[in-house]
């Protein structure tokens, strides 16, 4: 996401007056006239201002925060404002999303941050997999959910997740044809990762 940066300007009037030419400086009726201009100008900058800093995503709380979860389309459930927050930030993700590997990636950071160990990968011929280390537990079914729906609908999403280190995770593949001789076995369709 681009950050922007918007400054307070609480010097209009000011400004304005600084900016008249000699003809017009000494003329007090004329500065008073253009000081009523300005003076609405600077009530509708501050007014402006006042409701991005209400509305900025880091630092929403409450209703506010709820407003932008309705207008990106993430309903609040039971909780807090910092976890509803990364929800906000997750669905805004999502409605922008176009399916591919980034996009993923992009979704997994602002989920795991630098919290957790995690990759992704684009296996061929269209499946993309995430694969998540975190000792959290009962956070996987909500994780992929949000990220399935960042997924192209052409696209096979697949979480593997462990609580282990990555050299530990696994995950277990079906096969078409289980008694090939390349996949049969006690461990056929086990693949380590």
Request: aromatic residues 8%; proline residues 2%.
């Amino acid at each position: 996401m681009t950050e922007y940066s918007v400054s307070r300007d609480t010097t209009i009037s000011a400004d304005a007056a600084g900016n008249l030419i000699d003809k017009y400086k000494k003329r007090t009726k004329f500065k008073a006239w253009l000081k009523s201009y300005t003076d609405r100008v600077q009530e509708g900058e501050t007014d402006a201002q006042d409701l991005i800093d209400i509305l900025n995503i880091d630092d929403a709380t409450g209703v506010f925060l709820d407003v932008l979860g309705a207008i990106v389309g993430q309903k609040r459930t039971d909780v807090d404002d910092e976890v509803y927050r990364i929800s906000v930030k997750a669905r805004i993700r999502i409605n922008i999303s176009h399916g591919t590997e980034d996009d993923i990636q992009e979704l997994a950071f602002l989920l795991f941050a630098a919290t957790t160990d995690w990759f992704t990968r684009d296996v061929y011929p269209n499946e993309i997999r995430l694969n998540v280390n975190d000792s959290a537990s009962g956070t996987e079914n909500t994780i992929a959910a949000l990220i399935k729906q960042a997924c192209a609908a052409a696209k096979r999403f697949r979480l593997e997740y462990s609580a282990e280190s990555r050299v530990n995770m696994f995950t277990l593949r079906h096969f078409d044809t289980p008694n090939s001789p390349s996949k049969s076995g006690k461990l056929a369709g086990l693949v380590t990762t």
